[in-house]
Nanobody, 126 residues
């Protein structure tokens, strides 16, 4: 049974930084592409960032490009999202997810993922 657990969320001020972690268990972490998504109140879940199995390929939503960095440590079965220069519009529940197939080099759509964490709240407010 694959389990994904996010941590690192919290309440921060605009301009601050946070690092989210996603700990995976129950599967072969290193053989799957992974991603981060977020969902704000009243909005649909949206893509934030994705990373390939070996970290050779990454992708970002335009809204976070240049501010967020996705990374992974396969030896630790962990993925990260470093978030800098946070803005109020970054406020959301952040989810990590595992791509549904071994054929994905990278995936940016919600339907391409089959395992999701429970989410961690990030609130950016002064």
């Amino acid at each position: 049974q694959v389990q994904l657990v996010e941590s690192g969320g919290g309440l921060v001020q605009p301009g601050d930084s946070l690092r989210l972690s996603c700990a995976a268990s129950g599967g072969t972490f290193s053989t799957y592409a992974m991603g981060w998504f977020r969902q704000a109140p009243g909005k649909e879940r949206e893509f934030v960032a994705a990373i390939s199995r070996t970290s050779g390929t990454t992708a970002y939503a335009d809204s976070v490009k240049g501010r967020f960095t996705i990374s992974r440590e396969n030896a630790k079965n962990t993925m990260y999202l470093q978030m800098n220069s946070l803005k109020p519009e970054d406020t959301a529940v952040y989810y990590c997810a595992r791509a549904s197939g071994l054929n994905f080099i990278i995936a940016t759509q919600t339907y391409e993922y089959d395992y999701w964490g429970q989410g961690t709240q990030v609130t950016v407010s002064s």
